[in-house]
């Protein structure tokens, strides 16, 4: 475990570059462990699936979402996990956040997700995400202000909205 405290100072972000694919795929296989550690695979099998999964991912989300950002979260310097974020004039869709265990749990999705809602709210835009709706964060989702707007089978299509400013009287 990091010894680092945890500061907004200390969590970063930027884009992914050449040389993080391995560790995108480890966020990305750490992601799915506890759904994928029900199953028991032949050997080899199971890397050979999130490879292929990792892989068709990245590729609909090029193929399907323009401009999308592909980030590394870092603390303090150190790959933490992933976000991907996509940007329109009127929304602000969160693709996907997610952190290898290590660095779970003391708060940096929480404040990265601020960011972003302060961001839609400085920008009048809506903040949108999927998720799994067994997934453990979805109790921090409902407290930051995210209500489900659409029940889609295994998923819950959640949506912030930004707070109108007080009239001026």
Same mark, same amino acid.
């Given at each position: 475990m990091i010894?680092?405290?945890?500061?907004?100072e200390?969590?970063?972000?930027?884009?992914a570059?050449?040389?993080d694919?391995?560790?995108l795929?480890l966020? /990305?296989?750490?992601?799915?462990r506890?759904?994928?550690?029900r199953?028991?695979w032949?050997?080899?099998?199971r890397?050979?699936f999130?490879?292929?999964q990792?892989?068709?991912q990245?590729?609909? /989300?090029?193929k399907?979402?323009?401009?999308?950002e #592909?980030?590394?979260?870092?603390?303090?310097?150190t790959?933490a996990?992933?976000?991907?974020?996509?940007r329109?004039?009127?929304?602000?869709?969160?693709?996907d956040?997610a952190?290898i265990?290590e #660095?779970r749990?003391?708060?940096?999705?929480t404040?990265?997700? +601020? %960011?972003?809602?302060d961001?839609? %709210?400085?920008?009048s835009?809506?903040?949108t995400?999927h998720?799994e709706? #067994?997934n453990?964060?979805?109790?921090l989702y409902?407290?930051?202000?995210f209500?489900i707007?659409e029940? %889609?089978?295994?998923?819950? #299509?959640? +949506?912030?909205?930004?707070?109108a400013?007080?009239?001026?009287s």
């Amino acid at each position: 475990m990091i010894d680092n405290p945890l500061t907004p100072e200390s969590i970063g972000l930027r884009p992914a570059r050449e040389g993080d694919e391995d560790f995108l795929r480890l966020v /990305y296989a750490e992601s799915r462990r506890e759904e994928l550690d029900r199953v028991v695979w032949p050997e080899g099998v199971r890397e050979q699936f999130l490879r292929s999964q990792f892989d068709a991912q990245a590729a609909h /989300y090029l193929k399907h979402y323009p401009g999308v950002e #592909f980030l590394i979260i870092e603390l303090a310097g150190t790959p933490a996990g992933r976000l991907y974020v996509q940007r329109t004039p009127s929304e602000i869709l969160v693709m996907d956040i997610a952190l290898i265990p290590e #660095f779970r749990g003391r708060g940096i999705g929480t404040a990265l997700l +601020r %960011q972003i809602l302060d961001e839609g %709210q400085a920008s009048s835009r809506i903040v949108t995400m999927h998720v799994e709706k #067994f997934n453990p964060a979805l109790s921090l989702y409902e407290r930051l202000g995210f209500r489900i707007a659409e029940d %889609q089978g295994v998923y819950w #299509f959640l +949506r912030w909205s930004p707070v109108a400013p007080a009239a001026i009287s």
